[in-house]
């Protein structure tokens, strides 16, 4: 329930244009901050990449979270992976490329990218209270194969604010079905990291290209303001 001292809407300076939410009907969702993604040793590492970059996000994420649980706004978090048997990966996604773990071998985090398994876990700076959302999904975007949809209908949500990991995969491919869905996206740009920084920078521009043809993009501090200072 949204704080009845709090601003119940609020305009975000947004790319390619301002956009008025009604905090009411907007849910705060945060993409796969997971110790796999985040931390060595994890699924993100086995690939080759540099989790360091995807550091960067942590704070942005953490300063818009703490103001969504001040206002009473939903907050959404959603954990990429798979149950024990696999049976919810497709062999296509486990035989893909060449890391040096595949999903459900055996790291330094428990089997990688299993639910259950401490790395598929949610880092602490970001670690759900018990009253959010915790969404599993077995796919990269976060309404394919989960109950999402439906939870998003139940609280009359209309608007998401998105974030997390990585910008071109996991959020640009939530952000592009949730605009199939109707929903209104907006990307906190600082609040989104990839390994590669190049693709983090063209993610944002396909999501705001074309009049925002998949959403608007803001930084943390265009989504604070507009947090904190009313709007009629």
Known sequence: MLNA??????????????????????????IDMQRDFMEPGGFGETLGNDVSQLARAVKPIAAV????????????????????DLSDAPPAKVERGAPSLRIGDPGPMGRILIRGEAGHDIIPELYPLDSEIVIDKPGKGAFYATEL???????????????GVTTEVCVNTTVREAN????????????????????????????????GIFGWVADSAAVLEAMKTSTT
């Open 180 to 211: 199939d869905r109707g929903y209104r996206c907006v990307v906190m740009s600082d609040g989104c990291a990839s390994y590669f920084p190049e693709f983090h920078e063209m993610g944002l521009k396909m999501i705001k290209a074309q009049g």
């Open 5 to 30: 001292s709090k601003p119940t809407s609020g305009t975000i300076v947004a790319e390619p244009e301002p956009i008025k939410l009604d905090w009411s009907t907007t849910a705060l969702v945060i």
């Open 65 to 84: 979270l703490a103001r969504a649980r001040d206002t009473g706004m939903l907050v959404v978090h959603t954990r990429e992976g798979h149950l024990p």
């Open 149 to 163: 949809t439906d939870v998003l209908e139940k609280y009359g949500i209309e608007n998401l604010l998105v974030c």
